[in-house]
């Protein structure tokens, strides 16, 4: 049992360090002065990871908690670039951000498909969902920004910039989605004055899009429109988050004649990222490339 247990530990410090090698990438503060709306860290900024975590796909998943500081970093193509970009949305509930399992995974993903990737660490915890709290979304509202006033030098089409978030960050996703006409701080530069609306949304198991304790109404701050962006959708029946997160979000979608493509799974259950599995969803990255070209982004 020992020796089991020492392997366990080798293998979560061995993947941790692959995250911590990917995070080491430069990045950008969003905020170029004060931040909006901030409030005392409780702490340091720290991988709240432990050895008695549940492990995904037999590995560890980077938790990083007490962000105050939020920042983007840019992760480009190496070889053949679209010229598409996504902006990254981690989950963790609004309390810690899954770095490497919804994030640099992701990006190391994308690049591979040509698609430049802005991976945010927003705030946490405490940051959403909105309009509980602001300040995630007014993050993401920033970041968006940011991509597009930097389009020319990282290369990339500022009609086709999309946001990918998993979690409390499809939550964030379908938020920004749903409120890009008015930022929630006063404008800064020139990067405010960029559209923070996505050109698309990728959402996978989303939270906090259906009220639970009201039998899964609608969640009234998520106000679709004909001028929401179109989505992908990836959600599991068995979800203890509850399906009716995605399901919700879709009809709304549909009801305002967006375009929607959502697939639903019986099994999967939640939080597995790209981290294949015995499961069917977990091709979904396959799926949302295909979509992406079916909507022009990719050509």
């Known amino acids: ?59 560890p998943v980077i938790r990083l908690s007490n962000v105050s500081t939020p920042t983007l970093t840019i992760y480009t193509p190496k070889g053949k670039n679209t010229g598409a970009a996504i902006v990254v949305f981690p989950g963790g509930g609004y309390q810690i951000l899954a770095m490497d399992l919804e994030g640099t995974e992701v990006c190391d993903w994308l690049v591979k498909a040509g698609i430049t990737c802005a991976l945010l660490k927003y705030r946490v915890p405490g940051s959403g969902p909105y309009p509980q709290s602001s300040t995630a979304l007014a993050d993401a509202q920033r970041a968006m920004g940011i991509v597009r006033q930097h389009a020319a030098k990282w290369r990339i089409d500022p009609r086709r910039v999309g946001v990918l978030g998993f979690s409390a960050g499809g939550h964030l996703a379908a938020a920004l989605s749903t409120h890009s006409e008015q930022r929630l701080y006063p404008p800064i530069d020139a990067a405010d004055r960029e559209s923070c609306r996505p050109d698309f949304a990728v959402i996978i198991y989303p939270g906090y899009l259906a009220l639970a304790d009201q039998n899964f109404a609608a969640n009234p701050g998520i106000h679709v429109t004909a001028n929401t962006p179109p989505a992908f959708i990836v959600q599991a029946e068995d979800d203890p988050v509850h399906v009716e997160n995605a399901t919700v979000y879709f009809h709304a979608l549909k009801n305002a004649k967006v375009p929607a493509e959502m697939h639903l799974y019986a099994e999967g259950g939640h939080g597995y990222g790209l981290r294949r599995n015995r499961f069917p969803i977990t091709t979904w990255p396959q799926t949302v490339e295909t979509w992406l070209h079916t909507i022009g982004v990719l050509q």
């Open 1 to 59: 049992m020992r020796n089991v247990l020492l392997l366990l530990a080798a293998t979560a410090g061995l993947s941790t360090a692959l995250a911590a090698q990917s995070l080491k990438r430069p990045s950008i503060p969003i905020w170029p002065g004060a931040i909006p709306d901030a409030k005392p860290a409780a702490g340091p900024e720290a991988d709240i990871t432990t050895a008695e975590d549940e492990l995904i796909a037999g590995k």
